[in-house]
């Protein structure tokens, strides 16, 4: 069973994601919290596996709480949801350690997915979030007077790892990449975590935006 941990500060909010997660057999909601201040404490007594955490909320936001609960769990696995209107708030979620991002009007399936896969310990995210991460990032490097892409690849890495990294830029899931590479799951794995050592990538959401801002996989 994963257990599941809503913080959003919209009550009508909560109700339907608690809703959808009791339509799953394999989902339990332990717990919500209306603001980003309960957040951190209940992840403590909860322990859940995965929290959905809104971005905007009064008081603490979703950043802020994103960043507490890491600090005390560097292992918990936080899914932002997010709007069209958050552009300016997603790549500080991504550097607080969020785990996973979803846009809110996400279909239910896909909502459901991006749990099963945080869980699984797969960063869920979709390529129009991909999408906007990649520009903030490329106006940062712009701004810090670098250039706004790369035209090759990083070193120093294998062909399969050039393979498997422009599929994790498209947002592919270990499993499906392992399907279309005709590979196993666990070798997937082997090769996401290599290129996490090689290019400095702390997780799979910054190796994806590296691939697209690289040209391994096209914007």
């Known amino acids: 069973m994963i257990r599941v941990l809503l913080v959003d ?5 909560r109700m339907g994601l608690r809703m959808l997660c009791d339509s799953a057999p394999d989902l339990e ?6 603001d980003g201040r309960d957040a951190p ?20 936001d979703g950043i802020a709480a994103t960043r507490r609960i890491i600090a005390a769990r560097p292992s918990a696995r936080v899914v932002v ?3 069209f209107d958050d552009d300016d708030h997603l790549y500080p979620a991504l550097a607080a350690g969020a785990f996973g991002f979803l846009v809110k009007d996400a279909p239910p399936t896909e ?3 991006a749990i099963r896969m945080a869980a699984d310990g797969e960063a ?9 991460l990649v520009e903030q990032a490329v106006r940062a490097r712009t701004r810090a007077g670098a250039v706004e892409r790369e035209s090759r690849g990083p070193a120093g890495l294998t062909a399969r790892e050039e393979e498997v990294l422009r599929l994790v830029g498209t947002g592919l899931s270990n499993r499906e990449i392992a399907d279309r590479l005709h590979l196993g799951v666990t070798t997937v794995k082997t090769h996401v975590a290599n290129l996490m050592r090689k290019t400095g990538c702390p997780n799979r959401i910054r190796l994806a935006v590296l691939a697209v801002q690289t040209g391994v996989t096209p914007g």
Do not use: I, K, N, S
């Not at 909601?29 to 209306?34: I, N, Q, R, S, T």
């Not at 992840?43 to 008081?59: C, K, Q, S, T």
């Open 9 to 13: 500060d919209q009550q009508l909010v």
């Open 29 to 34: 909601v332990v717990g919500e919290a209306g």
């Open 41 to 60: 404490r209940l992840v403590e007594e909860l322990h859940p596996d995965v929290v959905l955490m809104d971005l905007r909320m009064p008081g603490v």
């Open 81 to 83: 949801l997010t709007t």
């Open 111 to 113: 909502l459901l997915r």
């Open 124 to 132: 869920p995210y979709g390529q129009a979030v991909l999408a906007r």
